[in-house]
């Protein structure tokens, strides 16, 4: 076939092309390496030098021309193709955004933040310790040696190694006497588990905030300061509290601290002057330093902020419940 011809065919077909992807497969018969075109400009070398020269411009030509066509259409359709999205597609930009669905944080998480920030304030340092304990630091360090009584207190669940879940956050303190020394101002907030039934204001996995502070001639005085700014900060105006007689082997004396919720007293907080053999125990020197130290149920304060009358909700996974509680 003649340079002319192929041309001419080439146009032919180009202009009556109806879409992009035909008219790719028209530049690929037309321009690509099995084309005749192509075939063409290869055989250019086998031409005696005279008619070389000639030959090739003309197979050059023919391809330009071919080039142009292709791009020119392509223009036009890719054109046509955009106005028809105008038509068909489009978008109302004065519609309502949809919102996603944002998770939030538990309202035990809410409470515990709140009281991080405020003894941060207070210039307590916030420290954590494992929820996988050893008996040392749960009980013995803590003056409660295998044969005391007090051991029944604390349902425990016990670990196939010997280790425990921990019953509550006051093995932290010997951690963290033994880590920071005295004088040491700290609170520990986090997940403690009790091997015992499960009712409105007892879960078996709940949270707790113990706070230690180890000074010189730290007296009750300081406590019962402490407990009351701290309370006042947390509990609404009007909550009404009582302190009565308690009795913790790590604390001596030992008290406890109630909050009235719908009529009852509800067990919120322990407290004492921490133990001379406590204080052994986490190296400090009882000769010359006194402390105070206190565990305060963090459930319980999330129900009495909330007023929420089963602890069980908490853990309860039910999102009509959770749903209560989006971010500020
Ligand atoms: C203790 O766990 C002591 N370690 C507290 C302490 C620390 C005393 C430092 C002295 C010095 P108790 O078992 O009473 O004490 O628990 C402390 C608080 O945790 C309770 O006042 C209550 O608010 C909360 N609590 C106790 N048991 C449960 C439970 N099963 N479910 C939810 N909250 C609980």
């Known amino acids: 076939m003649d340079l002319q011809a192929i041309q001419d065919e080439a146009l032919a077909a180009i202009k009556s092309s109806g879409d992009e992807a035909a008219l790719q497969e ?15 400009l290869r055989g250019l070398g086998k031409l005696p030098a005279a008619e070389r020269a000639v030959a090739g411009q003309a197979t050059n030509r023919a391809k ?16 046509a193709r955009e106005v028809g999205l105008a ?10 955004a949809r919102r996603p669905r944002r998770g939030h944080l538990h309202p035990i ?9 405020l003894f941060w304030g207070m210039g307590y340092r916030v420290v954590e310790g494992p929820w996988i304990e050893d008996e040392f630091h749960n009980f013995d360090a803590l003056n409660i040696p295998a044969s005391h009584p007090a051991r029944d207190d604390w349902d425990t669940f016990w670990l196939s190694d010997g280790n425990l879940l921990r019953t509550h956050t006051s093995p932290v303190q010997i951690r963290a006497m033994r880590r920071f020394g005295a004088p040491l ?13 499960v009712d409105a204001t007892h879960e078996a996995v709940f949270g707790q ?41 790590f ?20 407290m004492g002057m921490v133990h001379p053999h406590v204080l052994r125990a986490g190296g400090i020197d009882p000769d010359e ?12 304060l999330a129900m009495m902020r909330y007023g929420i009358d089963d602890i069980r909700w908490f853990h309860s996974g039910d999102q009509r419940f959770l749903e209560q509680f989006p971010c500020a």
């Open 26 to 40: 028209l530049r690929v018969r037309y321009l690509g390496r099995k084309s005749e075109l192509a075939g063409a």
């Open 64 to 79: 330009q021309a071919v080039e142009a066509a292709l791009d020119a259409r392509r223009d036009e359709l890719r054109a």
């Open 87 to 96: 038509d068909h597609e489009w978008l109302d930009l004065t519609l309502p």
């Open 109 to 117: 998480t809410l409470v515990e933040n709140d009281l991080e920030k």
């Open 185 to 197: 101002k700290a609170v520990f907030p986090g997940r403690v588990f009790r091997n015992e039934s």
């Open 209 to 249: 905030l113990e706070g230690l502070v180890i000074g010189r001639d730290i007296t009750p005085g300081h406590l019962f300061h402490s407990i009351n700014a701290i309370l006042g900060a947390l509990l609404e105006e009007g909550v009404r509290t009582r302190y009565r007689p308690g009795f913790f082997p």
């Open 251 to 270: 604390t001596e004396p030992s008290f406890e601290c109630d909050i009235m919720r719908d009529g009852r007293w509800l067990e919120l907080c322990g």
């Open 289 to 300: 330093w006194t402390g105070f130290a206190f565990g305060l149920g963090i459930d319980r």
